[in-house]
């Protein structure tokens, strides 16, 4: 969805997108001969884009300038890991690592935690130290809520300046 003010001095812009992937490719390592791309699954992206735009343009050498501001929130979900794994890491380690995991965004960040009793409290070991569980489970998930961005470009004889504000949330 568009739209344009009869002097063109106000844009905008609306998109809502949703997308099935099926066939996902990724590296997967098997064995010690390192890494072979392998279909590992299926994979829902969603979200929508909105955007505005003000411009003032001068005449011949004056100062002239745009203002665009967007904003989007986008998701993505593991529809469905094939074969026999529950999740297939994308990066990472043996202790910490981003992952391809059913029912989790793409890229779920998995690593080990600390054990811990039935009241939540720590477990401290012997040496006073917190024991580790190394079953790897969910930590984070890398996707923002949101993002929304502020572009002023200006226009002055044969030079322009443009630059990015960016926050996400």
């Known amino acids: 969805l568009r739209y344009h003010s009869r002097s063109n001095i106000f844009s905008g812009e609306a998109n809502i997108f ?3 992937t099926h066939n996902y490719v990724a590296p997967v390592i098997e064995n010690k001969l390192g890494p ?10 969603y979200g929508y884009f909105l955007s505005g735009k003000y411009s003032k343009y001068g005449h011949s050498d004056d100062l002239s300038f745009e203002i665009k501001l967007n904003f989007s929130q986008t998701k993505n979900k593991v529809s469905a890991v094939y074969g026999d794994r529950n999740l297939v890491p994308l990066a990472g380690f043996a202790d910490i690592q981003t992952v391809f995991a ?3 965004p793409l890229g779920a960040i998995y690593g080990t935690t600390y054990m811990r009793n039935d009241n939540g409290q720590l477990i401290i070991d ?3 130290y917190p024991m580790v569980d190394n079953t790897l489970k969910k930590i984070g998930d890398p996707t923002p809520y949101f993002i929304l961005s502020l572009n ?3 226009w002055w004889k044969n030079f ?3 630059f990015v504000f960016e ?3």
Do not use: E, I, M, W
């Open 126 to 128: 012997a040496n006073g």
């Open 152 to 154: 002023p470009t200006f």
């Open 160 to 162: 322009s300046f443009s």
């Open 18 to 20: 949703y997308y099935n």
């Open 36 to 45: 072979t791309l392998d279909n590992v699954g299926r994979l829902r992206n």
């Open 167 to 169: 926050y996400n949330h």
């Open 102 to 104: 059913k029912d989790q």
